[in-house]
C-alpha cells in the first residue's frame, strides 16, 4: 500500500568512516527503499542526532554496512505498508529507534533480554537510517507516538531517552537516591529530568558552560568539571561521556554499595582500578548494551507523565554533517534535530 512516495530521495551515507571534521559523509541521491514484508516505509519528518552516529561516522564502530545512512532517532509518518502489516495505518505517526531486529528464539529474548540478542540488528547501522528523507523500520519494532508532542522535541526520546532510561535502570537507584550524572548531552538531560521528577538528587559532572547551565536550569543540585568531586557521596552514577577515564573518577565518588552504569556504546581504554579506592565495599561497575521494546515503552509514558522535554537544536536534514561536528566539538547543550525541509 501506498500514498505515492517518490522514487528517489535525498540522503546522507558514510564514504568512508573518518574524523567527522574530514567530511567522511556524502549527501547523495538515491532510491526510496521498498518495505520489505513486515516493514513500514516511514517519511522521515525529524531525526534527532547521536553520539554513535559519530562513532559510526568515524569509524569507532566497525562497519557493518557500506555507505550506511546514520540515524535512529526518527519521528515520521507511515508512508507505505509492507506485506503482512495489519496493526499501522497509512499516514500512522511512528518513531524509528536504535534496535531494529532481534530473532525472538535465542536464550537472551527467551528470557527477556533482547538487548543481549547475539543476532540483534541496528537502525542506522546495519541498514539505512533516519538522514534521509525516507527509512524503514520492522512493524514489531516500530513506536507508535502521542499526538500532541511536536517532532523536534519527540526525536530525542527514541535513544537518547530510551538509552538514558535504560543506564537509569542498570544503575539501580535508590528512592530519593543521590544520582551523578558524567557528561550532560542529550541522554543525561533527559535522565536528570525523569530522576529529579521522582524524587532524586542530581549532581552534573560536565564540560562546558553551556551544558553546566542547562544542569542547572533543570533542578541539578551542584555543576563540576568531569573531574571534579561531587559535594556528596554518590549512591548512583551515569558515565554518558566516552572517556574510559572517568570510570575511576567515577567510582571513587560511589557511596558505599554505589552502583556506575556505562551507557555509551562505545568508551575508550579504561585505566586500572585500584581495588580499595574504587571497588572495595561493594561498589559495582556495569555497562548498558541497547535497550529492549518494554524499556522504550516505559519510558516514553514515563516521558510523557513527567512532562520530560528535550532541549533541542535544529538543523535541515542537508547540515546533518555541521551537527555531527557541533557535536563533537560540545557547540551546544541538549540534542541536535535534524529536520527535512521537503516533508509537507
Not at 503482512?84 to 528470557?111: M, S
Request: charged share 20%; net charge negative.
Amino acid at each position: 500500500m501506498t500514498v505515492g512516495s517518490p522514487a528517489t530521495m535525498r540522503a546522507w551515507e558514510v564514504s568512508q568512516p573518518a574524523p567527522i571534521e574530514t567530511g567522511p559523509l556524502r549527501y547523495v541521491e538515491k532510491p526510496v527503499p521498498a518495505p520489505a514484508p513486515g516493514e513500514l516505509l516511514v517519511q522521515v519528518l525529524a531525526c534527532a542526532v547521536c553520539r554513535t552516529d559519530l562513532h559510526v561516522s568515524e569509524g569507532d564502530l566497525p562497519v557493518h554496512r557500506e555507505h550506511v545512512t546514520p540515524g535512529h532517532m526518527v519521528v515520521g509518518r507511515a508512508a507505505e505498508l509492507g506485506e503482512g502489516v495489519t496493526d499501522y495505518a497509512l499516514g500512522d505517526r511512528v518513531g524509528v529507534a536504535w534496535l531494529r531486529h532481534t530473532d525472538g528464539i535465542c536464550a537472551y529474548c527467551r528470557r527477556g533480554n533482547e538487548n543481549l540478542c547475539p543476532n540483534s540488528r541496528y537502525t542506522g547501522w546495519d541498514a539505512d537510517g533516519g538522514y534521509a528523507e525516507y527509512t524503514t523500520v520492522p512493524a514489531a519494532f516500530a513506536y507508535r507516538l502521542p499526538a500532541d508532542v511536536p517532532d523536534v522535541e519527540l526525536a530525542p526520546l527514541l535513544c537518547a531517552g530510551i538509552i538514558g532510561y535504560r543506564a537509569l535502570l542498570r544503575a539501580s537507584l535508590p528512592e530519593h537516591g543521590k544520582l551523578g550524572l558524567y557528561g550532560f548531552g542529550d541522554s543525561a538531560h533527559l535522565v536528570a529530568q525523569l530522576a529529579l521528577a521522582q524524587g532524586a538528587t542530581v549532581h552534573a559532572l560536565t564540560r562546558g558552560a553551556a551544558s553546566q547551565r542547562l544542569a542547572l536550569e533543570l533542578g541539578a543540585a551542584s555543576v563540576g568539571g568531569a573531574y571534579d568531586s561531587p559535594p556528596e557521596p554518590l549512591d548512583s552514577a551515569i558515565l554518558f561521556a566516552p572517556v574510559g577515564d572517568l570510570v575511576p573518577v567515577a567510582m571513587r565518588a560511589l557511596d558505599r554499595g554505589g552502583v556506575l552504569a556505562v551507557a555509551g556504546i562505545h568508551l575508550t581504554d579504561t585505566p586500572p582500578l585500584n581495588y580499595e579506592r574504587e571497588l572495595f565495599y561493594e561498589k559495582e561497575l556495569r555497562s548498558v548494551t541497547s535497550n529492549t521494546r518494554d524499556d522504550g515503552r516505559e519510558f516514553l509514558e514515563l516521558a510523557l507523565r513527567y512532562h520530560v522535554r528535550a532541549t533541542t537544536h535544529v538543523y535541515p536534514m542537508s547540515q546533518a554533517q555541521q551537527a555531527l561536528q557541533d557535536l563533537k566539538a560540545g557547540v551546544f547543550d541538549g540534542a541536535a534535530v535534524l529536520v527535512n525541509e521537503e516533508a509537507p
